[in-house]
């Protein structure tokens, strides 16, 4: 600690309060969440290969595989290789 400014600690802090602060913002934000802000919300959020594997063989068995659906799939399965 020694090596580290007193300024610099601040300026850390100031950070963390700061993203502290979107945070609870985003989650004061959930109860009025649009459908379509949910729907980018869950197309941003990362899948395991596993939980990729088992969406694409329920859409595969219902054919609801939508265009979004296919270019995330086809995307993730690009990214894997």
């Known amino acids: 600690m020694g090596s580290v400014s007193p300024a610099c600690r601040l300026g850390t802090r100031a950070r963390n309060d700061e993203e502290s602060w979107k945070l609870v913002a985003f989650i ?3 109860p009025s969440l649009s459908p379509e802000e949910a729907q980018q919300m869950e197309r941003m959020n990362p899948k395991a290969p596993d939980d990729r594997k088992e969406e694409n063989e329920e ?5 609801a595989r939508s265009p979004d659906r296919r270019q995330a799939a086809r995307i993730n399965i690009e990214g894997d290789s």
Not at 59 to 63: A, E, Q, R, V
């Open 59 to 63: 859409d595969d068995f219902l054919g």
């Open 28 to 30: 004061r934000h959930l």
